[in-house]
DNA sequence: GTCTATAAGAAGATAGAC
DNA sequence: GTCTATCTTCTTATAGAC
C-alpha cells in the first residue's frame, strides 16, 4: 500500500476511536512513520484527509449496493430458492447480516467514525441514516416480500415485518459496537430471535418441528 | 436559574449538537451572556464542566430509575391492569416509552452527547447501554411477563419478546434524533409496529376487532 | 518525498482592576 | 462575579535544505 493510501487507512482508524477534532495530523503522521510536514505532500490539509476517506467511502458502499443490488436481482429470477427456505437459512441470512457489518473492519470502522462525527455534518448523518437504516430495510424487506409472495411467510404489512426482523439485529449491533465483549451473547440472542419471528411470522397451516 | 447551572445547561446543548472538542469555552460564556474568564470563577476548567453535566445526569437517572421502579411495584400489585390490556394500551404504554425519550429536553441533549462521546470514555458508553438498552429491555420484560403471567400475551420466550417489542422502538428512536422530520412517520410506524407485535403474540384463542 | 525549523493562529487558562 | 489584557500551550501549516 502507498503513503497516500496509508494515511487514509491510518486517519480512519483514528478517527474512528478519538473523533476528527481529537486526532493531530501529527498523531496520523506517526501512524505511517513520516513527520507531520512530510504528509501535506499528499494532502492539502487535514480536512482533506476526511474528506478523501469519506470519497472512498462512498466509493465503496456505491460498489457493494451494486452488489447487492445484483444479489437481490439473482434472487427474484430464481425466487424457487425462497419458495422452501428453512429457519436455519433464514438464521444464516441474519448471522451473515450481522457478522457483515460487525466484522468487515472498513465497515467498522466507518460505523463507528460516523456515528462519533454525525451531529457535525448533516450529510454524514445521511450517509449513516442510509447505510444502516433505510437500505438494510428496503433490501431484507425485498427477500421478505417475495417469502411472503412464495407463501413461505404471511403478513398483512411486510414493511413491519421487515421492522420486525432487522430491528433487533441493528440493536444487537450498536451494542456490539460499544461492548464487543457481548458478541457471543447477541449471536445467541440473534438466533433465538429469528427462530422466533419465523414461528410468528410462519404460515399457520406450516408446522414446526418439535412442536 | 443561577449562573453556575445556566453555565451547565449551555454547555450541554453545546456540547450535544457539536461534541466536547468542538465546542469552546467563549462559545459557551457567550450563550450565559458572560465573558470566558468569568466562567472560570464558577469551574475550574472545561472538563470540570463536563464532568458535572456527567454528575447531574447520573443524579437525575438515579432519581427516574427510583421513580420507575416505583411504578414497575405498583403495576405488580394490582396487575389487574394488565390483565384487560388492550392493544390501544398497548400502543399508549409504547407511544409514552417513545415521546418520554424524544422529548424530554435533558433526556435528548444527553443522549446525543453521550452518542458523540461514547467512544471517548468506556464510562460513557456503559451510561449510554444502560440508560438506553439494558435497563428499558428489562423494565419493559418486566411488563410484557406479567402480561404473559395474566394470559393476554403468550410466548415460549419473554426476553426475545421483549426484543421484538423494543428493537423498534429504539431503532425509531435513532432515527428521530438523526432525522427529527421524520417523526410523524416514525409515530404511525410506531403504532403499526405495536398492533402488529400484539396480533403476533395475542394468545391464539383471543379475537381481534375485524378480523 | 522526507526532513528540521519555524511561523501563524487558535483555544485554554490566569492576573489583576473594578 | 465580571471585565480587559495577556500568557501559555498546543496544533496546523509552511519554508527551504537534502
Redesign the interface.
Known amino acids: 500500500m502507498d503513503t497516500k493510501h496509508r494515511i487514509l487507512d491510518e486517519a480512519l482508524t483514528l478517527f474512528?476511536?478519538?473523533?476528527y477534532?481529537?486526532v493531530f495530523v501529527a498523531d496520523i503522521a506517526d501512524r505511517v512513520g513520516i513527520k507531520a510536514p512530510s504528509l501535506y505532500k499528499h494532502y492539502k490539509n487535514k480536512q482533506a484527509i476526511f474528506d478523501a476517506i469519506i470519497e472512498e467511502m462512498n466509493r465503496r458502499f456505491l460498489e457493494q449496493a451494486g452488489a447487492l443490488q445484483i444479489n437481490g436481482t439473482d434472487a427474484l429470477v430464481d425466487a424457487e430458492i425462497y419458495k422452501n427456505i428453512s429457519e436455519d437459512q433464514l438464521i444464516t441470512l441474519g448471522k451473515n447480516l450481522f457478522l457483515y457489518f460487525l466484522h468487515d473492519e472498513y465497515t467498522r470502522r466507518f460505523r463507528?467514525m460516523l456515528?462519533?462525527e454525525?451531529?457535525?455534518d448533516k450529510k454524514l448523518?445521511d450517509v449513516?441514516?442510509k447505510k444502516y437504516?433505510d437500505d438494510p430495510l428496503s433490501y431484507q424487506g425485498m427477500l421478505l416480500e417475495m417469502m411472503v409472495s412464495a407463501g413461505v411467510l404471511q403478513?398483512?404489512?411486510v414493511?413491519?415485518?421487515t421492522?420486525?426482523f432487522?430491528?433487533?439485529i441493528?440493536?444487537l449491533l450498536?451494542?456490539c459496537d460499544?461492548?464487543p465483549e457481548r458478541e457471543t451473547e447477541a449471536l445467541k440472542?440473534l438466533e433465538?430471535?429469528i427462530r422466533?419471528?419465523n414461528r410468528?411470522?410462519a404460515r399457520n397451516e406450516k408446522k414446526h418441528s418439535g412442536q
Open positions: 474512528s476511536e478519538k473523533g477534532a481529537n463507528k456515528t462519533i454525525q451531529f457535525h448523518s449513516y441514516m437504516v403478513t398483512e404489512n414493511e413491519i415485518m421492522l420486525h432487522y430491528a433487533p441493528y440493536m450498536t451494542i460499544r461492548e440472542t433465538a430471535h422466533q419471528f410468528l411470522y
